[in-house]
């Protein structure tokens, strides 16, 4: 167990997690509503340190990060709990486990980590799968050592968390990809969270902090795919974050508690794509096979990454699109933040 960070004691002696805006209360022996931090002996406890429930090589992309070293290799890094509550969870085998199911014999620390991503050839690491907010003293332990060894460190995050956590977290964040996942109503009907103001905060917050920033949308047919949703979203990206900002739209498919629904036709993906061009230069789809996902110049239209194969291949020289010499935005060179 690690005590855990961002939490205070009430006068009636139960405790406050201060880490997301959910701010769970509990008292002895109580698991907050992530299902990963709990109260042994007065004090709040990080119950999945070092214990994650996946560590795997992919490409970045698959994050999804299009912007971001394109074709490496990275270290992805989960352990079991989620923040949310969503109905449509495509990762709820892991995401819906709580603390008392942990099985695992051996930790995995976070300098052991680290070194499963040198062993791998990997110059980056992922905090993914689930929520990486539930297990942040892991992720900032292991964040801090991949920055002294001039490694790249990404989240693919819901982005609820308060502020403080992630003030401390954004100086060892290279990038994020964040879910967007819909409107006010949509968080409460299908996440449980009462406003979706905070993740919004949460994406423009990381911006400022210098962090590389790509947007994810999960089109679910009948829920969040209508035309004006698409345009309001497409919209407040390119406002708040700048019209340069990658979107990805991802296809659905029924699972969890929404098995009834129906799976996101590739001809939802692309119209979403067609709507989301009139505001941003770099939109995306996911979960369809065969759909194209070259980056290409905003200003040409020439190919700059080639992604026929999945892992892309970047065609940039310096930065800049081969052709007109336009400046393509994100981190491209080996350098790190």
């Known amino acids: ?26 008292r002895e022996g109580q698991l907050g509503g992530c299902g990963t931090r709990g109260v042994k002996g007065g004090k709040l406890y990080a119950l999945t340190y070092a214990k994650p429930c996946a560590i795997h090589v992919d490409p970045v992309e698959k994050k999804p990060l299009f912007h971001f070293h394109p074709g490496e290799p ?33 930790d995995v620390p976070p300098e052991r980590v680290v070194a499963l991503a040198e062993e791998a050839g990997c110059r980056l690491i992922a905090f993914t799968y689930t929520e990486p907010t539930i297990f942040y003293e ?9 920055k002294k060894k001039r490694m790249g ?5 819901n982005g609820y968390i308060e502020d403080a956590p992630l003030k401390k977290l954004i100086p060892l964040i290279d990038a994020a990809n964040i879910d967007l996942k819909g409107t006010k ?23 400022k902090g210098g962090v590389h920033v790509e947007i994810t949308n999960l089109l679910i047919p009948g829920e969040n795919d209508s035309d004006e949703e698409i345009a309001a979203l497409a919209a407040w990206v390119a406002t708040a974050v700048g019209e340069e900002t990658p979107l990805h739209f991802s296809a659905f498919h029924p699972d969890y508690r929404m098995l009834s629904a129906n ?23 996911g979960n369809v096979p065969g759909l194209e996902n070259d980056t290409r110049c905003p200003a040409c239209d020439a190919a700059v990454v080639d992604r026929s194969r999945y892992a892309g291949v970047s065609l940039l020289k310096d930065g800049r699109c081969p052709q007109c010499k336009a400046e393509i935005p994100g981190r491209f060179s080996g350098k790190r933040r």
């Open 1 to 26: 167990m690690k005590q855990a960070l961002f939490w205070k004691t009430r006068e009636d002696g139960s405790i406050v997690c201060e880490l997301c805006p959910r701010r769970c209360v509990l």
């Open 74 to 106: 990275i270290l992805s890094v989960a352990t079991i709990g989620c923040n949310l509550y969503c109905d449509f969870c495509q990762n709820w085998e892991i995401s819906k486990r709580r603390a008392e199911a942990l099985e695992q014999e051996e």
């Open 138 to 146: 892991y992720m900032l332990g292991i964040a801090k050592l991949a």
């Open 153 to 157: 460190c990404a989240i693919v995050s």
């Open 185 to 207: 109503e949509f968080y409460k009907k299908r996440c449980k969270v009462p406003d979706h103001e905070q993740i919004k905060k949460t994406i423009i917050s990381l911006k």
């Open 263 to 285: 799976s996101t036709p590739a001809k939802t993906l692309l119209r979403a794509k067609r709507i989301a061009k009139k505001h941003l230069d770099y939109v995306y789809l």
